[in-house]
């Protein structure tokens, strides 16, 4: 069964912000890992957006735009990447990744389309 | 400013060997755990190998194990991968990275 389930992509509108989920398999608990965020434009390596485990433990990458942000739904056993104030150059793929048994695990990515 | 640059990349016949490298510069390089993360064309990102800062131990995804083998050299700054029997699976862009930070990457083609 696969660790972590993105949608595959996802559409919005200048502006709007978009919120990307990252859903962990049964039995892993969101709540006990740090998400990691990344962002890859096409011809381009991935790019470090943030991290983030809870309130008070998160990490911003240099020279990201506050407008993204990390949050959990522990309901959901979700991790969540907010990109508020949608702009065009946001098209691109988004991973997330945890380490799980001493491993980077990658989610399959969605693809972000802004229109 | 954090650089990772890989090399090494190239065409090769299945079953046939190919070193990459990675040299990092900007950061601590030596007590700095990296990674190899592989990306099939149009796929998305695959682990593949970690080791730690002193290289004491390293980690494989079972799709190499036994295969490859990741090694450094602390006192020239990089990172290396050697790949042995090389499959046509194997075939796409390899990085090398640390959480916060990824190489270009370099294409690796296996053609049977």
């Known amino acids: ?115 | 400013e954090v650089q990772l640059l890989e090399s090494g990349g190239g065409l090769v016949q299945t079953g046939g060997s190919l070193r990459l490298s990675c040299v990092g510069s900007g950061f601590s390089f030596s007590i700095s755990s990296l990674s190899w993360v592989r990306q099939t064309p149009g796929k998305g990102l695959e682990w593949i190998s970690m080791i730690s800062g002193g290289g004491e131990w390293t980690k494989y995804a079972d799709s190499v194990k036994g295969r490859f083998t990741t090694s450094r050299d602390n006192s020239k700054n990089t990172l290396y991968l050697q790949m042995n029997s090389l499959r046509t699976e194997d075939t796409a862009i390899y990085y090398c990275a640390e959480e916060e930070h990824w190489g270009q990457g370099t294409l690796v083609t296996v053609s049977s």
């Open chain 1, 1 to 115: 069964q696969t660790v972590l389930t993105q949608p595959s992509s996802l559409s919005a509108s200048p502006g709007a912000s978009a919120s990307l989920t990252c859903t962990l398999r049964s039995g892993i608990n969101v709540g006990t890992y740090n998400i990691y965020w990344y962002q890859q434009k096409s011809g381009s390596p991935p790019q470090y957006l943030l991290t983030y485990n809870s309130d008070s433990d998160k990490h911003q990458g240099s020279g990201v735009p506050s407008r993204f942000s990390g949050s959990k739904d522990a309901s959901a056993n979700a991790g969540i990447l907010l990109i508020s104030g949608l702009q065009s150059e946001d098209e691109a793929d988004y991973y997330c990744m945890i380490w799980h048994s001493d491993t980077w695990v990658f989610g399959g990515g969605t693809k972000l389309t802004v229109l």
